[in-house]
């Protein structure tokens, strides 16, 4: 219960007596429970995880929290705040709490009228807190991260003419399941020749050919654990000015796990990310931005910005993505999972940046 007794030292600065969990993910990091379908309440002296029929023996079995069944479920959503406001009214709370990017304005609306307390509107206090991990979970990105790795150099032998990018996307997802780990949710990127300009550009019945430059951006998730990584391929000899992009990309990219570790800030990481892209000019050509946090979420905070001031902390995950797309010609990416520390990162994704001619 250590990450629950964390958010209960802010109640005073809230000015809350009690807190309302619904986000998806923050309910499964403070209670371990996977359902579909709970929300926790906590206040100093208590904490219940209120769920329906379908799932209550499995959140008792997976969470230490009091497990709370509300009756008549009839899969309308609104059921369960019948509970709540219950569960509010028997916990003492008068100043509730709620996590306003996790509650739409019609479930909103619905809890106030339900609900004999001040709701207060929060924001980020699970993320925040998710943003440095324990070991246990780094363990995990750990086994999330080797899965990921392993199928690049996997791929690396399976390229070949006459392939389509859908072929090597599903070649992708087939090894990462016959080893351990899931891509639901997070299909692989598989771009080639002009079409890896486009960022995103998901696998398509293109085939690829001899001088394509192929994209590859995928990850793994591994016991509710994802990984992230982008590398660039050739197939045969790319033109010269496609190799040239590789290079300021490996430049930046390498500039970047250098100097990085705790202390920055998010817009230093983004200094030392596009500092390089600026100096030969492509910076206008590279829309993405630096990096992401990365956890039970691809993407979740830190999000990297030019725009705000999170400080980087020991035990963060995040991802560093240096890109560069030109329109109508082609595009590449490098990116790579780093565990931060003190005096620097741990790369986690340890296969090779270069450009990989096959």
């Not at 990091?29 to 929300?39: E, I, W």
């Not at 070991?135 to 150099?153: G, Q």
């Not at 039970?296 to 400080?311: A, Q, T, Y």
């Amino acid at each position: 219960m250590e990450k629950v007794k964390k958010l209960v030292k802010q109640f005073a600065e809230l000015t809350i007596d009690g807190l309302m969990i619904t986000g998806d993910w923050n309910r499964r990091y403070l209670s371990g429970f996977t359902g579909s379908n709970g929300v926790i309440l906590i206040t100093e002296n208590d904490v219940k995880i209120i769920t329906d029929y379908r799932y209550f023996e499995q959140a008792k079995n997976q969470t230490d929290m009091d497990v709370v069944l509300h009756a008549e479920h009839t899969g309308h959503k609104h059921k369960i705040y019948d509970e709540v406001a219950k569960q509010v009214k028997k916990m003492g709370i008068k100043r509730l709490g709620f996590e306003q990017q996790h509650v739409n304005v019609g479930n909103c609306a619905k809890l106030k009228s339900l609900i004999d307390a001040a709701m207060i509107p929060t924001y980020d206090l699970v993320e925040n807190l998710r943003m440095v991990k324990t070991e246990r979970e780094i363990e995990k990105i750990r086994i999330s991260s080797k899965i990921t790795d392993d199928a690049y150099l996997h791929i690396l032998n399976f390229i070949r003419p006459g392939l389509t990018e859908l072929a090597v996307a599903e070649e992708l997802e087939s090894f990462i399941k016959k080893n351990g780990g899931i891509t639901s949710t997070f299909s692989p990127i598989v771009a080639s020749g002009k079409r890896s300009s486009l960022p995103h550009g998901r696998a398509s019945d293109k085939i690829i050919e001899k001088g394509d430059m192929i994209t590859i951006d995928f990850g793994t998730n591994y016991d509710g654990y994802w990984s992230d990584i982008s590398r660039t391929v050739a197939l045969g000899e790319p033109d010269g000015k496609m190799k040239e992009i590789q290079q300021v990309l490996l430049h930046s990219f390498t500039n970047c796990i250098n100097n990085i570790k705790a202390g920055l800030t998010d817009q230093e990481v983004d200094k030392l990310m596009r500092d390089h892209l600026r100096e030969t000019g492509y910076e206008k050509y590279s829309g993405t931005g630096t990096g992401h946090g990365i956890g039970l979420e691809v993407h979740e905070k830190p999000l990297f910005s030019v725009d705000s001031e999170k400080i980087l902390l020991p035990r963060m995950v995040v991802t560093i993505e240096p890109g560069i797309y030109l329109q109508d010609i082609g595009g590449a990416r490098i990116e790579d999972m780093l565990l931060i520390t003190e005096g620097g990162c741990e790369v986690l994704s340890p296969s090779t940046k270069e450009l990989v001619i096959v």
